[in-house]
């Protein structure tokens, strides 16, 4: 199956800071990628759609000046957590889509936020 | 909006014995349904998907149903090994939409 990767796998970041998480579909090209938010033995909740090339859709109730999406190729895109406080400690996965038969998503490992 | 619900939350099984997870959907328009397993610490897996044009679909030990008319699909595991053991999601979406709902989870422990 198609591979995504995710970096870094974890971080640990003091209260203001900002944190970017990076997300590449390593053998194919995504035309859009996607963002999740898992708290603990919780399910996944959807942050935003990425198309490349153009502005992310952002669900209800996700900060877009807080959570910025960047989809700059068909195989990156990146998530930045501004001046982040402890709330936004949490399970990030990307997922990512592409044309074609592989228009199911493939999921990344995850970046697990701590914010102190 | 789809909304998916998924039972049972928390589910025991001996090593060898079958389980089944079960997922119920509102949107009639929706119609994919893949199914994903998440170790601890790690991104969902696909194991098996569905598409509405079909009732069943089969890969070696797992399988899943749909029944388009109720809708509800359900994930069927057979002669369950310790590494089944993990947390399992349902989901729904309409294909090409790839806009995924997912169900709560169901936590899966196979007991030797």
């Known amino acids: 199956g198609a591979v995504v990767s995710q970096h870094p796998s974890r971080v640990i970041c003091k209260s203001g800071t900002s944190v970017k998480i990076e997300c590449r579909s390593l053998d194919f090209q995504a035309t859009t990628m996607f963002w999740y938010r898992q708290f603990p033995k919780q399910s996944l909740m959807l942050m935003a759609t990425s198309n490349e090339g153009s502005k992310a859709t952002y669900e209800q109730g996700v900060e877009k000046d807080k959570f910025l999406i960047n989809h700059a190729s068909l195989t990156l895109s990146t998530l930045t957590v501004t001046s982040a406080h402890p709330e936004d400690s949490s399970f990030y996965i990307c997922s990512a889509a592409g044309q074609g038969f592989l228009r199911e998503q493939f999921f990344g490992p995850g970046t697990r936020l701590t914010v102190l | 909006g789809e909304n998916v619900e998924q039972h049972p939350s928390t589910l025991s099984v001996q090593e060898g014995d079958s389980a089944v997870i079960k997922c119920t959907y509102s949107d009639s328009a929706s119609n994919y349904f893949p199914w994903y397993k998440q170790e601890l610490g790690k991104g969902p897996q696909l194991i098996i998907d569905?598409?509405?044009?079909?009732g069943e679909k089969k890969d070696q030990r797992i399988a899943v149903t749909l029944n388009k008319t109720a809708k509800h699909f359900s994930l069927h595991i057979t002669e369950t090994q310790p590494e089944d053991s993990a947390v399992y999601f349902c989901a729904a979406a309409l294909f090409g939409n790839e806009k995924l709902t997912f169900g709560t989870g169901t936590r899966l422990t196979i007991i030797p």
């Open positions: 569905i598409r509405s044009n079909v």
